[in-house]
């Protein structure tokens, strides 16, 4: 293979790329077009749904009395009652909480504190090959690769998408 034939080749495939970036284009401003028409009713009923979500939990915190033996009920597709709450734990410090639990609970610190360490990656790569051996790593793969990227703006994530949903 030349490199006249692989400029080609390259040639093919930013027209490709070229077309494929009008289409994106075109479908997005379809999508666009067809959200925008559709914008309007799809806030009101958002509205309609948020201001009946608050209705509905009122009315059940208002009569408490009907959820005591079922505590929940389940009817046209929507589950409501009443539930334990989660609760919330608050506190003004963390260092200072850390540092109670490790003095007056020491045995179940490995439970309620959480360490964790790794590696940075990208500063490892910022070391030279003697400091990478002294530390146990191995630089792996170093030489040069063939690769084809778009100059312009990528269509990357849009052709992955594509390539992945199938046809």
């Known amino acids: 293979m030349t490199l006249i034939e692989i400029d080609k080749l390259v040639f093919n495939l930013s027209g490709t790329l070229s077309l494929l970036r009008e289409e994106k284009e075109r479908c997005d401003a379809e999508v666009a077009a067809v959200q925008c028409a559709h914008l309007r009713e799809l806030r009101r009923l958002a509205r309609l749904a948020a201001d009946?979500?608050?209705?509905?939990?009122?009315?059940?915190?208002?009569?408490?009395?009907?959820?005591?033996?079922?505590?929940?009920?389940?009817?046209?597709?929507?589950?409501?009652?009443?539930m334990k709450g989660k609760g919330k734990i608050e506190f003004d410090d963390a260092d200072t909480v850390i540092g109670l639990i490790k003095k007056k609970l020491p045995e179940q610190a490995a439970t309620l504190l959480v360490t964790k360490e790794s590696l940075a990656a990208k500063a490892l790569r910022d070391l030279t090959v003697s400091d990478l051996a002294r530390i146990g790593c191995t630089l792996v793969e170093d030489g040069e690769a063939p690769f084809v990227k778009p100059v312009k703006d990528s269509l990357d994530k849009f052709i992955a998408a594509l390539l992945a949903n199938g046809d």
């Open 52 to 82: 009946r979500y608050k209705a509905t939990e009122t009315s059940i915190e208002d009569s408490r009395e009907l959820f005591t033996d079922p505590k929940t009920y389940t009817q046209h597709g929507i589950r409501y009652g009443l």
